[in-house]
């Protein structure tokens, strides 16, 4: 019975032992770890940099709108014709146009053209002048003035021929001296007619070069005044400057054609955004540099490259929604042209604001 109780004591000492002894371990190895951990925070840490994500890279904000390249062409009628009505709009909105085409036509058009016509008909007519001119009198008037001078020489032949046979009757004394002298009388006339007759030939037959000058100057005259006549047709017709399409038509046919002018147009297969950004980062701005834009009627982001910083410091024209910003900030226009990809998603959306970011 001693000897079962004793065994059992040695037992319970064996267990108690060995939970002292684990116990000690556990708190050994607690007292080691802390103290390794002091040892590596108190040297110093070289963590490695965290790469650089486009949102966190160096960039210019700012707003800015979206626009043609070439910015908006406003047509309207010329100055100087007052009062012009549309007669004739040949397009409509979100057409293309090619450059040098007809867009619409003004009520003195007509006029204009009935202007050009009789002009050129002066011109015409000048041509043919100088052409009679250089050409001299006609052939048949040449012939008749050669008749009349072979007539008159034959004439004068025969008073010749008369005046020799009185002359030798007036010295044989059978002709008195007054007779004679109304054969010489004769054939005096007849000599000063053939020696006119022959100067008119002449007359007819010469070329003055001062008759060519005066129908060269009627020609040149009638011509300025067909280009004269041209020209105020070009203003009554309205013509695309430049290819593009038409984004506002703003008179319709039959109105007076007012401030607004007739139509809007613009280059819609290349479009830019203007960025205006403040004067104080402007110096940081480069051509080349790339760009993000972003507003609400986007589906995604666009992007787009720096093509040109301006020159003049301005006020904003792109104001902000929030109520109390800077609305007489100076600013700088910067030109943004777009990636040909993001052209198909802003072709409609010219003058919308837009959110730029520029890459530094």
């Known amino acids: 019975m001693l000897d079962r109780f004793q065994g059992k004591v040695a037992t319970v000492k064996g267990r108690w032992s060995w939970w002292i002894l684990g116990t000690g371990l556990a708190a050994g190895l607690v007292v080691l770890g802390r103290w390794v951990y002091l040892q590596v925070m108190s040297q110093p840490a070289s963590e490695p940099r965290p790469a650089m994500t486009p949102a966190s890279r160096p960039m210019v904000a700012a707003l800015g709108r979206i626009q043609p390249e070439g910015d908006v062409i406003t047509l309207s009628a010329p100055s100087s014709i007052e009062g012009a009505r549309l007669a004739e709009l040949r397009v409509k909105e979100g057409e293309v146009v090619q450059a040098g085409q007809v867009l619409a036509t003004l009520d003195t058009t007509r006029k204009r053209q009935v202007e050009v016509q009789l002009a050129a008909s002066q011109v015409a007519i000048a041509q043919a002048r100088l052409q009679q001119v250089l050409a001299g009198a006609k052939t048949g008037d040449i012939q008749a003035q050669r008749a009349e001078i072979a007539r008159l020489e034959a004439e004068l032949q025969l008073a010749q021929t008369d005046l020799r046979r009185n002359q030798q009757l007036f010295q044989e004394g059978a002709i008195a001296a007054a007779d004679l002298d109304r054969f010489r009388l004769r054939v005096e006339t007849l000599q000063k007619q053939l020696q006119q007759a022959k100067a008119v030939l002449n007359s007819v037959q010469e070329v003055r070069p001062v008759d060519v000058q005066l129908a060269k100057a009627q020609l040149a005259e009638a011509r300025q005044r067909l280009a004269l006549a041209q020209v105020e047709l070009d203003l009554s017709l309205i013509r695309a400057p430049v290819p593009g399409r038409v984004l506002k038509i703003h008179a319709r046919v039959g109105e007076t054609i007012g ?57 904003k024209d792109v104001l902000n929604t929030d109520p109390v910003a800077d609305v007489d900030a100076r600013v700088v226009e910067v030109k943004i042209a777009l990636d040909p990809a993001a052209t198909p998603h802003v072709q409609r959306l010219t003058n919308m604001v837009v959110n730029v970011r520029i890459e530094l």
């Open 259 to 315: 401030n607004a002018g007739i139509l809007d147009l613009g280059r819609t297969d290349r479009m830019l955004v203007v960025a205006e950004v403040y004067e104080t980062d402007v110096p940081r701005v480069r051509v080349g540099q790339r760009a993000v834009i972003t507003a609400a009627a986007l589906p995604a982001p666009v992007r787009g490259t720096v093509v040109e910083v301006g020159w003049k410091v301005a006020k």
